[in-house]
């Protein structure tokens, strides 16, 4: 997985999202933009099908807890039907790419 700073306070996650240390890397990541004063955060996956739960719960408490606008654009299907399937479409504004 590598993330890339693809725009102001928007982030591209390139690769498979599956490793405990990919956690790690964008929770540095996000941590860093929050620092920096963001408010709302774009999350672009076009890759990955899938996500572990450490990044879900990431994202959950950037969400509820930081109050952190995120919206994540997924470009395939299955990740898509993951977070529909847990009821996050609407919690991560989720979109295709």
Known sequence: MEIIQSGENEITIKGFMTKVENYFNLKK??????????????VKIPE???MTSSIISLFLRAVNED???L???VGKEELY???ETLKLVKVFD???L
Not at 29 to 42: P, Q
Request: charged letters at 20%.
């Open 48 to 50: 990955s099908v899938t």
């Open 71 to 73: 919206k994540v654009c």
């Open 29 to 42: 990541v996000i941590k860093s933009l929050m620092e920096e004063g963001a408010t709302n955060l774009t």
């Open 67 to 69: 109050h952190i606008k």
């Open 81 to 83: 039907r993951l977070l």
């Open 94 to 96: 989720v979109s295709y």
